[in-house]
């Protein structure tokens, strides 16, 4: 059996490791070869090819039984197409280890997914807090440090929480969660995705291989998932306003009656509320956790960083570092939750419609653009001029740091949530994150007077 593994970052080294366990002869190629990705070639005992194209690309397919493409190969990308042209299997990691998974000695263990346009990553931490909660060992994997393939290799786990970019999903025929839960969607990745349809379509297949005892869970207040939902074969769950799970009053509830008080939550903002709902959906219709377990990581449960971080409050002015929300929704998400914002938006164009993000600028006070979409981003926050209030344009995050706190007032919220990529900038926007930290703690020195704790 050949493999071709292209991409070879941590994803694909780890598919390369595993592959190889198994049998494989790998093969691997990257459109960007650097030292540290030659040294890794090497370490694993691979050819690595340099960009090679596409007539190189269509006779090495030729030669394989699968492709397994990194997270970042478009679903356009030259090797897809060859592969497609062939009828050689194209797969993500997530598949493979699901399938090998099945093969277990002792029997599959109980996979919980997650996916959306936003709010991935918080729900699936909260997920894996709540079955650690209830005694389970359990790792979050998928598009986290902890790529599937390498978790599986540890019978120490329980159960598995996954993290489904719509980048994994595109290429899983047969992976099939125990419970998978869809939150929103919104317009992004279209420099990956050739369509929205294409999008969607990726995120739906979380709930394609269900079984009708498998739990599906869909966000009420995201039309489109409700209306995938509909189609899909699992049974199906709810969450949000009028959903099987949902708030009432300040009472987390479910189907069998109140699980938790948000009262006792470290953090209870509104989209906090919903990934709780949505990780209580997946526990206890899984019967992997109770409500005793639930209460018990919410009390505790701190969500990750650059997701609404509470970095400190300086001279009244409190101070969150949001650079995980690289889209509109997910900037919007976070407007939502705030009043009086000096907000810090903009970075690289992923070619989707800025506007989502300023549907409630009467919150916004004043705007900071900085990077690739900066004079975009202005423009889809006019509304805060005619309003009275200052939208203003710099290239980069310094600037940026130095004229919101100039513009910031007491009881205001000093917001980064850029809506965009960071990669205008930066390698990531964890750095861009760590940055704006840093910048933020070099402006104000040790007079922090946070009396909030950490968000």
């Not at 989209?271 to 409500?291: K, M, P, Q, R, Y």
């Not at 009467?362 to 202005?378: C, L, N, P, S, Y």
């Not at 926050?381 to 740091?401: D, K, M, N, R």
């Not at 706190?405 to 926007?429: E, I, K, N, V």
Request: charged fraction near 20%; include cysteine.
């Amino acid at each position: 059996m050949r493999a071709l593994v292209y991409g070879l970052a941590v994803t694909g080294a780890s598919t390369v490791r595993a592959l190889r366990r198994r049998g494989y002869d790998v093969i691997c190629g990257d459109d960007v070869v650097t030292a540290e990705r030659i040294a890794t070639a090497r370490a694993l005992g691979v050819e690595l090819l340099d960009a090679p194209d596409a007539d190189v690309l269509a006779d090495l397919v030729a030669t394989c039984d699968l492709v397994s493409p990194a997270p970042g190969i478009p679903e356009t990308h030259a090797v897809v197409v060859a592969a497609q042209a062939a009828g050689v299997e194209v797969v993500s990691e997530i598949e493979l280890a699901y399938r090998w998974e099945q093969e277990r000695p002792g029997g599959p263990r109980p996979i919980l997914a997650i996916t959306g346009t936003d709010g991935k990553t918080t729900t699936t931490l909260m997920t894996v807090a709540m079955l650690r909660a209830a005694g389970l060992s359990t790792v979050d994997a998928g598009n986290t440090d902890t790529p599937l393939v390498d978790a599986i290799e540890d019978d120490g786990y329980d159960a598995f929480v996954v993290e489904c970019t719509s980048f994994r999903l595109a290429w899983t025929p047969t992976f099939r969660p125990d419970a998978g839960a869809w939150l929103n969607l919104a317009p992004d990745h279209l420099n990956w995705h050739v369509s929205m349809q294409s999008y969607g379509d990726a995120k739906a297949r979380i709930w394609r291989n269900q079984r009708p005892d498998d739990v599906a869970v869909a966000f009420t207040g995201a039309p489109d998932v409700m209306s995938r939902l509909a189609g899909s074969p699992g049974r199906h769950l709810t969450f949000g306003p009028g959903g099987d799970y949902h708030l009432d009053g300040d009472t987390l509830t479910g189907p069998s009656g109140p699980i938790a008080s948000t009262t006792t939550m470290r953090r209870a903002l509104p989209h906090d509320i919903t990934n709780a709902l949505a990780a209580s959906a997946l526990v206890l219709e899984t019967g992997l956790a109770d409500s005793d377990a639930i209460r018990s990581a919410l009390v505790s449960f701190v969500g990750p960083p650059h997701r609404l971080e509470h970095i400190g409050r300086w001279d009244g002015v409190d101070w969150f570092n949001d650079s995980k929300a690289t889209t509109p929704h997910a900037a919007g998400v976070a407007i939502r939750a705030f009043d009086d914002i000096v907000l810090i938006a903009g970075g690289k164009d992923k070619y989707v419609d800025l506007a989502e993000m300023a549907v409630d600028a009467d919150r916004v006070k004043a705007v900071v653009a900085i990077g690739e979409t900066r004079d975009a981003v202005a423009s889809a926050f006019s509304a805060v001029v005619a309003a009275g209030g200052v939208v203003q344009t710099t290239e980069f995050l310094p600037e940026a740091v130095a004229r919101a706190a100039a513009l910031a007032a007491p009881g205001d919220t000093l917001l980064l949530s850029p809506g965009c990529a960071s990669l205008d900038q930066y390698r990531s926007f964890e750095e861009r994150g760590d940055h704006f930290r840093d910048l933020a703690r070099a402006l104000h020195g040790d007079t922090n007077d946070d009396t909030k704790g950490e968000a």
